[in-house]
Nanobody
Framework: QVHLAESGGGWVQAGTSLRLSCVAS????????VGWFRQAPGKERERVGA????????WYAESVKDRFTISRDNAKNTVYLLMNALKPEDTAVYYC????????????????WGQGTLVTVSS
């Protein structure tokens, strides 16, 4: 079993950038594809994007495409979510999740979840 811990959330102003980290323990993260999700207050959980085990493939939701970038450093057991040009509507708790199947993230499925980190974007 792999345990995930997100960090890097905080309060930022619109138009700025923030990088979230997802660190794995228990099992090496290179065994898993990793996805990012978010949930805004009063809204359903939303897929943000995902990265394959090697980092060779990524996909992003249309709402964040061209602004957000997912990368990974398997030597550090860490996946990153770089968020640029943040908007108030990006305010949410951000979760990372791990899965054997990269394509499963497109339908919101994952086997392992972190506890989330809050990102607040002010206008």
């Amino acid at each position: 079993q792999v345990h995930l811990a997100e960090s890097g959330g905080g309060w930022v102003q619109a138009g700025t950038s923030l990088r979230l980290s997802c660190v794995a323990s228990g099992r090496t993260l290179s065994r898993y594809a990793v996805g990012w999700f978010r949930q805004a207050p009063g809204k359903e959980r939303e897929r943000v994007g995902a990265i394959s085990r090697t980092g060779g493939s990524t996909w992003y939701a249309e709402s964040v495409k061209d602004r957000f970038t997912i990368s990974r450093d398997n030597a550090k057991n860490t996946v990153y979510l770089l968020m640029n040009a943040l908007k108030p509507e990006d305010t949410a708790v951000y979760y990372c999740a791990a899965n054997d199947d990269f394509t499963a993230f497109r339908v919101g499925l994952a086997n392992y979840w972190g506890q989330g980190t809050l990102v607040t974007v002010s206008s």
